[in-house]
């Protein structure tokens, strides 16, 4: 009984399948076989006609050539491009669109003594003392550009430097402290500002480089070790909630900072972070477990330490190497060192770490989407970490490999996502809505139009006043109303995109049924319907079958001209609030994150790309539409 069933459902759905072809066929190929005795010159089928008519018009051809490229290109990047729509980094907020990141100086290459790297550029100081910046410079919002170094520290050269989130701090080897960038925030100057700590007085006029073991950049704040012990910090304290912890804090080896959060090594060994746990749990090298940290570290001296973003990696006595925090992103899968072995030198970026080892060989973990963590040449002399970069260096201190990210070819955004990851997929997410859309609504209109105007009378009256109940609801605000309905029910976020495909769909079928009803009245006033009749076939199947096929071209016509209608519909709903919502990506919520005066003046590239390819789009479907307009037109001489 089941597979009675089941072949009867499989052979309707064959049935159906072959019929919607033959109303293709006939209404595009022509009858074809029957013609066939006829000469060809003076045969002019309807496919043949319009392909003269259509690949006539230049701008169609070009239309049609980069909509199938851009729908390709959507469809197929997201394969090779891959997105965490919940990925944000506010170290990489709001650069542009270049490939400078990774661009180091060729001067500095030669001769390197150091390299630095908090967020979206990155320092280097060469042998001599001369300080070199490179990758995202300038800041749009202060017009500020880091790469316009003070004269002082240039004459005079460097004896330390460290590069923050928006500033650049240097020790001169006279023993002055020269910040620049962002001063906003109390980053490296001696004003008072609220929610700040001011730099330390005594350090405005300067100090012994010779006294100096380390000078540190955070987000928005610096920090400043003695060899005695005695630390300094200063900048927002909004930023980083432990900072004043450690103000004037003694016996204090060296202070780094994670994205939020002031980390110290003692003299003893330990790791402090003030007043806060921050770390809570760890996994070590020797057992490959995660652990409670702070039971961990109990017995155990640091004698190394390095951050990211959330978590601190250090290298205890005996070689263990312990990285604790936040983990993501393989963080707390650690390198497999050589028997023997062990790490001397910790540096971290914003999301993986690098290290060298006794014996020279140089080891990176951690985010590695850019490859910063994949190293060619394994030994080297010393190791760097960028923010998204690894530098390693030949024992002369040139510069023997560099790897990581280069730039965002159409920059990042205000959370710091990839803008041209997130076109291809939102770009996705939008054509496939507006697709589906136009397929529901052309389903409902062929429906309720081919019934309509075949069987006309009282069907006729009931069908086009529903269509006028329909059409006379205001489109876009009522499409506003049930999207944020959807909102207040506990539904998946597949379920509630599919479900504004459906809205789309169902309020937008109205002037595609009013027009194929006007057609089939035309159509079932013709000779071969009364045939058809005389031969005995049923109203529906003259209707669908024979009737329905006339009209087929405008159909197609009208069907291209909503899908751009349906991407605009889309993108306005996405733009207000009421479409898909953020995280993931439509070019319409792509641009309402993007309304408002400072990211149009300052981040062009945030509006300008996603706009571009809305536009593209459209434009192209409403050419081809207009080319196919002209293909079906009968008169068209």
């Known amino acids: 009984m089941q597979k009675n069933w089941l072949k009867r459902v499989f052979g309707r759905t064959v049935s159906a399948l072959k019929r919607i072809w033959r109303w293709i066929k006939r209404a595009v190929f022509g009858c074809g076989k029957e013609l066939l005795s006829l000469d060809k010159e003076s045969l002019e089928t309807p496919s043949r006609r319009l392909r003269a008519v259509f690949f006539s018009k230049k701008g169609a051809v070009v239309a049609l050539v980069t909509l199938a490229a851009l729908v390709l290109f959507t469809f197929i990047a997201p394969l090779f491009v891959r997105l965490d729509v919940n990925y944000t980094d506010p170290l990489q907020q709001n650069l542009a669109p270049g490939y400078s990141l990774r661009a180091v100086p060729r001067k500095l290459k030669k001769s ?68 620049w960038g962002d001063d906003s925030r109390g980053q490296f100057g001696t004003q008072t500002i609220l929610n700040a700590l001011p730099m330390p007085s005594e350090l405005v006029g300067g100090v012994n480089p010779d006294e100096v073991a380390c000078l540190s950049c955070g987000y928005q704040a610096s920090a400043l070790v003695l060899k005695s012990g005695r630390a300094y910090v200063w900048g927002n304290v909004n930023a980083v909630k432990n900072l004043a912890d450690f103000q ?19 003299k003893e060994g330990k790791i402090s972070t003030g007043k806060e746990d921050i770390f809570h749990a760890a996994v070590s090298s020797q057992n490959g477990r995660q ?27 005996g070689g263990e190497l312990v990285v604790a925090g936040a983990f993501e992103n393989g963080e707390d899968i650690l390198p497999t060192l050589k028997e023997g072995e062990r790490l001397v030198k910790l540096d971290g970026g914003t999301r993986h770490f690098v290290g060298i080892t006794d014996e020279g060989r140089a080891y990176a973990w951690g985010h590695n989407a850019y490859g910063q963590c994949t190293l060619k040449n394994g030994k080297c002399a010393s190791v760097f970490a960028g923010a998204m ?68 009378g009282a069907v006729d009256t009931l069908l086009m006043r529903v269509t006028e109940i329909f059409s006379s609801m205001p489109f876009l605000p009522f499409a506003m109303l049930l999207s944020q309905i959807i909102k207040n029910y ?98 319409g919520n792509m641009l309402s994150g993007s309304n408002n005066s400072t990211v149009i003046q300052n981040y ?34």
């Open 490 to 587: 506990n539904i998946g976020e597949t379920a509630r995109i599919f479900i504004i495909m459906l809205i789309l769909g169902a309020l937008s079928w109205t002037g595609l049924a009013r027009m194929i009803r006007g057609q089939v009245l035309a159509e079932r006033e013709k000779e071969f319907v009364l045939a058809a009749r005389a031969m005995g076939i049923s109203e529906g199947k003259i209707a669908f079958r024979h009737v329905l096929p006339n009209v087929l071209s405008v159909i197609l016509v009208s069907m291209t001209l909503d899908f751009a209608s349906c991407l605009l519909t889309e993108s306005s709903l996405s733009y207000l609030g009421f479409g898909v919502q953020p995280p993931r990506p439509t070019w």
């Open 248 to 266: 004037n804090a003694e016996g204090i080896e060296k202070i780094v900072f994670t994205g939020s959060a002031a980390v110290a090594l003692t």
């Open 291 to 317: 652990n409670s940290f702070n039971s961990y570290m109990v017995g155990r001296k640091a004698l190394e330490i390095a951050t990211d973003n959330k978590c601190v990696a250090l290298v205890c006595d």
């Open 112 to 179: 390197v003594a150091f390299i630095d790297g908090f967020s979206g550029f990155t320092l280097g100081v060469d042998k001599n003392g001369k300080l070199y910046v490179w990758g995202e410079t300038k800041d749009r919002l202060t017009k500020t550009n880091l790469k316009k170094i003070p004269d002082a520290v240039q004459k005079e050269g460097v004896a330390f430097a460290a590069a923050g989130k928006d500033h650049i701090l240097a020790i001169t080897k006279t023993g002055k402290i020269i910040g």
């Open 389 to 456: 970069q690894t530098y390693t260096l030949n024992t002369a201190g040139n510069l023997q490999e560099s790897a990581g990210l280069k730039g965002y070819l159409f920059g990042t955004d205000g959370r710091g996502r990839d803008v041209f990851a997130r076109i291809i997929h939102g770009g996705k997410m939008t054509l496939t809505i507006g697709g589906v859309a136009v397929v529901v609504s052309s389903a409902i209109a062929i429906l309720v139009g081919c019934i309509a105007g075949y069987f006309g």
């Open 604 to 637: 062009w590239w945030q509006w300008l790309f996603p706009a571009l390819f809305l536009s593209l789009a459209v434009i192209c479907i409403n050419v081809i539409g207009d080319a196919l307009r002209d293909c079906f037109d009968a008169k068209r001489e």
